[in-house]
Nanobody
Framework: QVQLVESGGGLVQAGGSLRLSCAAS????????MGWYRQALGKQRELVAQ???????NYAVYVKDRFTISRDNAENSVYLQMNSLKPDDTAIYYC??????????????WGQGTQVTVSS
């Protein structure tokens, strides 16, 4: 079983920055893709950014050039640096990973979510 714990959310004014962190723990053999999703009130969960184990990144068009995803494979952690935040970025942000467990099972794991609120 894989657990993800996020931190770093909060309230910020438009134009400000926040850095989200997520650490994975549990029966992990390796972590493949790690990423961040978000869900605004009344909307579906959507991809924000993903990063492969080798460092290849993929961003949603609405955050490209403002957000940067990175990871630390040794620490089983992923980060999201968010700059130039807009009120539309207000949402609960969820960490996600695809991992191979110690029992060679492939599993999807989600964090509990962290609230990001951007005031205008």
């Amino acid at each position: 079983q894989v657990q993800l714990v996020e931190s770093g959310g909060g309230l910020v004014q438009a134009g400000g920055s926040l850095r989200l962190s997520c650490a994975a723990s549990g029966s992990i053999r390796s972590i493949n893709t790690m990423g961040w999703y978000r869900q605004a009130l009344g909307k579906q969960r959507e991809l924000v950014a993903q990063i492969s184990r080798s460092g290849t990144t993929n961003y949603a068009v609405y955050v490209k050039d403002r957000f940067t995803i990175s990871r630390d494979n040794a620490e089983n952690s992923v980060y999201l640096q968010m700059n130039s935040l807009k009120p539309d970025d207000t949402a609960i942000y969820y960490c996600h990973c695809v991992a191979t467990t110690s029992y060679w099972a492939l599993t999807n794991a989600w964090g509990q979510g962290t609230q990001v609120t951007v005031s205008s």
